[in-house]
């Protein structure tokens, strides 16, 4: 735990995601955040956004340069990705990220004190989002966080790597939508993000 209140955890925190993270950083006042709108694992891994929504297009980078530059301060990198890609085989894209952050914490992200991969939140119905042509459908939420949570368990027993599973255990009836059924409004977003502090 990294201890205090929620605003000494969020100096110490370094959020990376898509269009959820920015929500959350713009709803909660949040700093280090890198976020692509509609980016997902090839976003994640070097390919540019190919949205203009982005605080820039290498958030492996970015988070390197705080952690090099901030030798004195340890950081807790938050991650919340994979709901652009939830289209075809949620399983192993989830199972691909798990790999992934295992590598970073090994490597690129060797200085951060653990990075914490938060599941994808509920949609608020499959009828909804369907409707605003969204392909997401909450089966394949399920299985990604899912596949997610054994990924990053094996990840950490064979690697002993700093990596923990964020398991939002929310429902719908949690949350607030925006009219998309996707995302959030920003009262949405303030309870995603007391779940995510709990999280830390």
């Not at 209140?5 to 370094?14: C, D, F, P, R």
Request: charged fraction near 15%; proline fraction near 2%; charge should be positive.
């Amino acid at each position: 735990s990294l201890g205090g209140s929620s605003s000494s955890k969020n100096a110490n925190v370094i959020y990376v995601g898509d269009s959820h993270i920015s929500g959350l950083c713009s709803n909660n006042s949040l700093s280090n955040c890198f976020y692509c709108v509609g980016g997902g694992y090839e976003w994640f891994t070097g390919s540019n956004c190919s949205s203009t929504s982005t605080t820039g297009w290498d958030p492996i980078g970015a988070v390197k340069k705080i952690l090099d530059e901030n030798s004195n301060t340890t950081y807790t990198v938050v991650v919340l990705l994979g709901t652009n890609g939830l289209i075809n085989e949620p399983s192993s894209l989830a199972t691909k990220f798990a790999n992934k952050y295992g590598s970073l914490i090994k490597n690129d992200w060797s200085k951060a004190l653990k990075i914490v991969a938060v599941s994808i939140p509920p949609i608020k119905d499959d009828t909804t989002v369907k409707n605003n042509g969204l392909y997401i459908t909450t089966a394949t939420i399920n299985t990604f966080n899912s596949s997610l949570s054994s990924g990053i368990s094996s990840v950490r027993s064979s690697q002993r790597a700093k990596i923990d599973y964020c398991n939002l255990n929310l429902t719908p009836s949690d949350l607030t939508y925006s009219t998309d059924g996707l995302h959030l409004d920003s009262s949405g977003y303030q309870k995603l993000y007391s779940k995510i502090v709990n999280c830390l």
